[in-house]
């Protein structure tokens, strides 16, 4: 209670002219700057990064960087540790030979197989182009998972894979298992198995996953032009408020949309295509597109320009 009423009673540094502006720190010059003035409204900051950079061309053993990696808050003690090299000459042992001066504590178990899951997060999150913000977060879901010991007996590649996959549903960017499958070396199943178990520990649930989800990114990855896209969207929106593809998973019904947009647009995609893009087989693409063929004059857009018209569509 002390320590909370000891932080209140400190000074904020706040610009006087712009009070609710967020500051910029500028660690190269060591200001607190306001964004909306220019004006330096504090100094001295802290710099919490290493002391010198390595260059790429820099060999390893020849690290000027005297302070260490930056603080990891994951870590216990926020990775703020000493280590004592071996020593060399005769007064680092004593008359028996032992070393006088000894490492106290060195990086435990725990943090060593946190640290090793941290860089499969990273490795994977950057063969699939995805931000900063869902490798942080994923570290924290993996960290809370490690340190509840609720999921004894699966792998730490596994957990981490899960993670990955929650964070992207809980950040509004979902991938699919298989683009998950993709980066790991888990299996599909063994995801989906800690995926479920991870929720049940953390009690957190994820928003279920639409059509539209997908659908820019599908579009974008087969070079289609926006008003395929918005026809894609449309078709599949349709289909599912006439529940024309119920037990339907959004991904196939995406696929189908964007198949069923594309054949009556002048920029057509097979369903080969499609499948590949989409993780799908061409049967469930098919499958889903025979749904909602029936309906098709109800799904597209009233501004839709049609190159090829709708009772001309492949009826598969």
């Not at 320590?3 to 712009?18: A, D, F, G, Q």
């Not at 979902?174 to 049940?200: H, N, Q």
């Not at 926006?226 to 991904?251: F, Y």
Request: net charge positive; hydrophobic share 35%; proline share 5%.
């Amino acid at each position: 209670m002390a320590s909370t009423s000891r932080m209140e009673s400190l000074p904020k540094v706040i610009c006087p002219s712009h009070p609710d502006a967020i500051l910029v720190e500028d660690y190269r010059a060591g200001d607190m700057i306001c964004p909306e003035c220019g004006l330096v409204v504090g100094d001295r900051v802290i710099d919490v990064g290493s002391e010198w950079r390595t260059f790429s061309n820099d060999k390893a053993a020849k690290d000027p960087s005297r302070v260490g990696d930056s603080q990891n808050p994951l870590l216990s003690g926020g990775d703020l540790t000493t280590m004592i090299g071996k020593g060399t000459g005769a007064a680092s042992f004593d008359e028996f030979g032992n070393s006088k001066y000894q490492n106290r504590r060195t990086m435990s178990s725990s943090d060593r197989a946190m640290m090793n899951a941290f860089k499969e997060i990273t490795n994977m999150a950057d063969r699939i182009n995805l931000p900063r913000n869902i490798v942080d977060r994923t570290n924290n879901l993996f960290k809370q998972v490690y340190e509840q010991k609720s999921l004894k007996g699966r792998s730490n590649d596994a957990i981490a894979s899960a993670c990955l996959y929650i964070a992207c549903r809980q950040e509004g960017v979902p991938r699919t298992f298989k683009e998950i499958c993709a980066v790991s070396r888990i299996s599909k199943k063994e995801i989906g198995r800690c995926f479920k178990l991870i929720l049940k520990a953390l009690e957190t649930s994820v928003d279920l996953i639409t059509t539209g989800d997908f659908m820019s990114r599908f579009c974008s990855n087969l070079g289609l032009p926006k008003q395929v896209q918005m026809a894609a969207t449309h078709i599949a929106r349709k289909a599912v408020e006439l529940d024309l593809v119920p037990g339907r998973s959004p991904i196939s019904v995406a696929a189908a949309a964007i198949y069923m947009a594309s054949q009556a647009s002048a920029e057509k995609r097979t369903q080969k295509e499609i499948g590949d893009i989409a993780g799908v087989a061409d049967v469930t693409i098919r499958q889903s597109y025979r749904l909602v063929y029936p309906r098709a004059p109800d799904l597209f857009p009233a501004d839709f320009k049609f190159d090829t018209p709708v009772d001309k569509l492949p009826q598969l």
